[in-house]
């Protein structure tokens, strides 16, 4: 169940996103591609984010994103809710944040299509961004889509959710992920991260960063 530690994060069900929306191994760019127009014509014809991450293309190597009935609540009821008591953002209007994450991943697709049949295929790298916004402001939600020469990125940007869900002892995800502040601010995240996990505490891994004094280098732990 994915929650929020750090501003920027993956977590288990967006790192299932990026393998399902990059080549597997021995794909060709051909089945890429196709398997990719499949997953978008799912956006492009309104079917749920729970359908489309339930969904297995029979094209390729496919790989479903929502798994268990956990993962359909935190779909359904928490990031797309509207209003419930677990709702992570209950003053977003009607179904905003499901047109805003569309819309961001038809681009995204579309551009990992147009690469795929280039034959130059590009994996699609994804990331939620945790701004300082309130889920009432007009721009509480939004996507950015980024191509460089190696990978699609793509940002989901929200406000802080208002519910979150408690952080399991077996779940956590070390990310590839570097959180990187000042050391009042990194000193805050350790506090968060040993007190996660149901409280066994998560891993604390500190970087080095040469140079540089008054900032620290945190490696950053999803669920």
């Known amino acids: 169940m994915p929650g929020v530690l750090t501003n920027v994060i993956k977590g288990q069900m967006l790192n299932r996103v990026d ?3 990059s080549r597997g191994a021995g794909e060709t760019p051909a089945a890429y591609a196709t398997r990719l127009e499949a997953i978008r014509e799912l956006f492009a014809t309104g079917k749920s984010h729970l359908e489309v991450g339930k969904t297995r293309i029979t094209h ?4 479903i994103i929502v798994r268990n009935s956990t ?15 677990k709702s992570f953002f209950p003053n977003i209007p009607g179904d905003e944040e499901d047109e805003v994450v569309r819309g961001t991943f038809v681009r995204a697709l ?31 939600i939004e ?3 980024a191509k460089t020469p190696s990978q699609i990125d793509v940002l989901i940007l929200t406000p802080q959710p208002a519910y979150e869900p408690p952080s399991p002892a077996d779940r956590e995800t070390v990310e590839e992920i570097w959180a990187i502040g000042t050391s009042a601010h990194i ?3 350790v506090a968060r991260l040993r007190n996660a996990g ?26």
């Open 60 to 63: 390729g190597q496919d790989t």
């Open 71 to 85: 993962d359909e609540s935190h779909t359904r009821d928490e990031f797309f809710g509207d209003g419930g008591a």
């Open 19 to 21: 393998t399902r929306l």
């Open 187 to 189: 000193a805050n995240l």
């Open 110 to 140: 579309d551009l990992a299509i147009e690469a795929a049949k280039a034959g130059k295929p590009l994996p699609v790298a994804t990331y939620w961004v945790v701004t300082g916004r309130e889920d009432t402001d007009v721009a509480a």
């Open 143 to 145: 996507g950015y889509v």
């Open 198 to 223: 149901g409280g066994a505490g998560y891993p604390v891994n500190k970087v080095p960063l040469a140079g540089v004094n008054g900032a620290e280098c945190l490696q950053v732990v999803g669920y």
